[in-house]
C-alpha cells in the first residue's frame, strides 16, 4: 500500500524460472516500481486511514508514488 501497486499481479506476471523466481525481490524491484499506480488501492488505502494519517499519506506518501521527492537525501526508497 506504500506504493500503490499491486504486488500480487506483478508476481504472476514473473512466472517460474527467472533469477527472481516469482517473487518482488531487490533484484526486481526497480522494474515493480515503474508500473502504474492502482488508483483503486490508493483510494482503498486512504479511506481505511484515520484523517492523520490520511494526512501524512497525502502529503508524503502520494508524491513519493508520483515520482516527486523534495529535499530527500536518498534517491529512492525501495519495497525490499
Not at 515493480?32 to 483503486?40: K, M
Not at 492523520?52 to 536518498?74: C, H, K, M, N
Amino acid at each position: 500500500r506504500v506504493f500503490a501497486i499491486q504486488v500480487r499481479p506483478f508476481e504472476r506476471r514473473l512466472g517460474h524460472g527467472g533469477p527472481t523466481g516469482d517473487r518482488l525481490t531487490h533484484l526486481n524491484q526497480h522494474r515493480f516500481l515503474r508500473l502504474p499506480i492502482a488508483q483503486r488501492l490508493r483510494s482503498d488505502t486512504l479511506q481505511r486511514l484515520s484523517a492523520s494519517a490520511q494526512e501524512t499519506y497525502q502529503r508524503v506518501l502520494i508524491p513519493l508514488q508520483e515520482g516527486d521527492q523534495p529535499g530527500w537525501f536518498t534517491p529512492t526508497l525501495l519495497p525490499c
